[in-house]
């Protein structure tokens, strides 16, 4: 079975590829089958990809999930949010969903055009999360951050964000932007927007939104310091984004 696996952060800075051509003498294969592949294959590369999560046409895998040589394979470590690579920063200037609610792009951040997707006349409550580039981390300066992202995932997955938002808080709305590149201190990387009749809802879905996004969401953050940089990865305990929310 041959079968091509897209790789992403940290990962790929560690095989030195950004995707993987390999060639499996079966012709069934599960997730879990390929993982144990994988590790013995890349043994230098072991205790990242037991952290990782195998995504198959774009959704999280179970262990057991079957996998065919036509599938969309990657492998997701742990996810923070990287630093796209010089082939997509050419490629990339913005992607959404149809609605326009969802949008990952490298272009700076607007708070004011995010939060107007989701003002409405019945709503009482508006609230927009902005998240920005720290410089200090204690003593450790940063001089910028760089994002990476799984795209059509990271999109796909903002967009279940949205879903969740309003089965848990009916009527309520939600928009997030996500930038992708280079960020410099005290700009924008992300804007989550949410509107509800009442403040309650709006205050527990905003924080609900930026949660799910940390846990769930393929964006990955590098952090570049004046002497080195380093991949964050998901700093709340063990990653497991099928955890159900």
Not at 60 to 84: N, T
Not at 202 to 227: F, G, H, M, Q
């Amino acid at each position: 079975m041959h079968i091509t696996i897209h790789l992403f952060a940290g990962l790929a800075d560690r095989l030195g590829t950004s995707t993987l051509q390999l060639d499996i003498p079966t012709t069934t294969l599960t997730v879990n089958e390929l993982k144990e592949f994988l590790y013995t294959a890349y043994p230098s590369a072991t205790s990242q990809l037991q952290v990782s999560f195998v995504a198959v046409n774009q959704e999280y895998a179970l262990p057991e999930r079957p996998i065919h040589s036509s599938d969309e394979i990657a492998l997701i470590p742990p996810v923070s949010g990287g630093e796209e690579t010089a082939e997509q920063h050419h490629n990339v200037t913005e992607h959404a969903t149809e609605d326009g609610m969802y949008v990952i792009t490298s272009n700076p951040l607007q708070v004011d055009q995010v939060t107007s997707k989701v003002i409405h006349r019945n709503h009482g409550a508006t609230l927009s999360f902005v998240g920005t580039t720290r410089e200090m981390t204690g003593e450790q300066k940063t001089i910028h951050l760089e994002y990476e992202a799984y795209i059509p995932m990271a999109l796909t997955a903002l967009q279940n964000i949205g879903l969740e938002v309003h089965h848990k808080w009916p009527g309520t709305l939600c928009a997030i932007s996500h930038r992708i590149g280079v960020v410099h201190v005290s700009e924008i990387s992300v804007i989550i927007a949410v509107s509800s009749p009442h403040r309650d809802a709006c205050y527990e879905a905003s924080r609900y939104a930026i949660e799910r996004l940390k846990n769930t969401v393929p964006i990955w953050k590098k952090e570049i310091w004046d002497n080195g940089s380093t991949w964050l990865g998901y700093q709340q305990g063990p990653w497991n984004p099928l955890e159900p929310n």
